[in-house]
């Protein structure tokens, strides 16, 4: 089979380190890409489930942007609605007439919301419901899982991070997820002081298995805030509509306060949106946060025709299976040649790890080999299936995945 190079990449990645911190930073830099010289770094163009880079290579891509490409690159549907809207205006001097229909479809979809705020991104939103959880209890402290990721404001990202210091995680109370009993523990001792619990629907850590929520965990979870008036927060940024599209938390059957959107929210137009419950409707209203382009109207209308096409389709169960189909005949194939692929996480939105090599660089390789043969595979991070994969896509994934397991069977032999 055919493998990749990447020539044009790599010499406009050069010329980015010139000017820009990294070359790539943040979550597309190169660096947790292993080997780097088997990905891509830039796109050229993209379409459905596929994206080509600069070199002319073609991808069926299993990370869509991140998260954000739920129904298809270039969606004919979710583009027509925003250029409709970009005819009339975008950013302009008052909020356009979409952001209310927006608002009012999600509060008909979601169960768990009486009113919708947006931002642009799932940070804005995250910290925001942070925000109106100490205006409403007056209390300081969150709570939150060790590993969980929130954002990328000094208060979510873990202590010893650059540019993050100890007193940006004085009013952060870490517990262990699944961890209930440790977790009454730290309300009991500090209760009268905590505002909110953020977590996501389930556990999702870097270079480790993600943790589905333990039986009862989350009605225990539930029951725990009523009690002590401590306001619960789902960070739904990852998670929303590619398990139900009332939210995660009507897959799991519980309600929190406040739920976090964004990725799957308008197939990568940018905006992020918060709902939560009539009891924090007035508290939301006097908490003040904005932004310059979060009004922006053509993203609102991209979101609204992806979310009408989504529950159509019944985006959800389309992904998860799409997803489980894939899976469970990767895992068959590794078992061909000797290796043990784990799979954690929901199918639509899975983490993969070989686990005879402990280390992860077998895993690095297989992942890398996968991708310089056209399916974009990565290493650390969950992976995203969409409603743009198609069956043609799965099987020339799955004879990707074939061959580059006989490829890392050739260079480590039978070390693992």
Request: glycine content about 8%.
């Amino acid at each position: 089979m055919q493998t990749y190079s990447y020539p044009e990449s790599q010499a406009l990645f050069q010329r980015a380190s010139r000017v820009m911190p990294c070359g790539i930073y943040g979550h597309f830099s190169p660096a947790p890409l292993i080997p780097p010289e088997h990905y891509p770094f830039f796109t050229a163009k993209a379409k459905g489930a596929r994206f080509f880079d600069i070199d002319g290579n073609e991808f069926i891509d299993y990370m869509c942007g991140y998260g954000p490409m739920v129904t298809g690159y270039n969606n004919p549907e979710v583009d027509a609605a925003a250029l409709d809207q970009l005819k009339r205006g975008n950013c302009t001097t008052s909020a356009a007439p979409v952001m209310v229909e927006l608002a009012e479809y999600l509060v008909d979809l979601i169960p768990a919301a009486d009113w919708a705020f947006f931002a642009k991104n799932g940070g804005d939103i995250t910290n925001y419901a942070t925000m109106i959880a100490r205006d409403a209890t007056g209390r300081s402290k969150i709570v939150m899982f060790k590993g969980g990721y929130h954002g990328v404001a000094a208060w979510m990202q873990a202590p010893g991070h650059h540019g993050v210091m100890d007193q940006d995680h004085e009013n952060i109370l870490r517990v262990d997820w699944n961890d209930f009993a440790g977790l009454e523990a730290v309300v009991d001792r500090h209760g009268d002081d905590v505002a909110g619990l953020i977590a996501t629907p389930y556990h999702v850590p870097t270079f480790a298995d993600s943790e589905m929520p333990a039986e009862g965990f989350w009605n225990n979870v539930e029951s725990l805030c009523r009690k002590h008036g401590i306001v619960l927060i789902i960070d739904d940024i990852r998670h929303g509509f590619r398990l139900d599209m009332g939210g995660s938390c009507e897959y799991f059957g519980f309600k929190p306060d406040l739920i976090c959107f964004c990725k799957a929210l308008a197939n990568g137009y940018p905006i992020s949106a918060l709902v939560g419950s009539a009891a924090l409707k007035d508290v939301t209203a006097r908490v003040f946060y904005t932004g310059s382009y979060w009004f922006s109207a053509v993203p609102m209308a991209a979101a609204l025709a992806n979310l009408k096409r989504m529950k159509a389709m019944d985006a959800p169960r389309i992904m998860l299976e799409t997803g489980d189909k894939l899976l469970t005949a990767m895992v068959d194939i590794a078992k061909t040649y000797g290796f043990d692929l784990k799979v954690t996480g929901a199918p639509s939105m899975p983490y993969l790890r070989i686990t005879n090599d402990p280390s992860l660089m077998l895993h690095q390789q297989w992942c890398a080999e996968c991708t310089r043969r056209g399916a974009y595979f990565t290493s650390h991070h969950n992976w995203f299936v969409s409603t743009a994969h198609t069956d043609d896509d799965i099987r020339r994934t799955l004879d990707i995945v074939d061959d580059a397991f006989k490829a890392v069977k050739k260079i480590f032999g039978d070390r693992f």
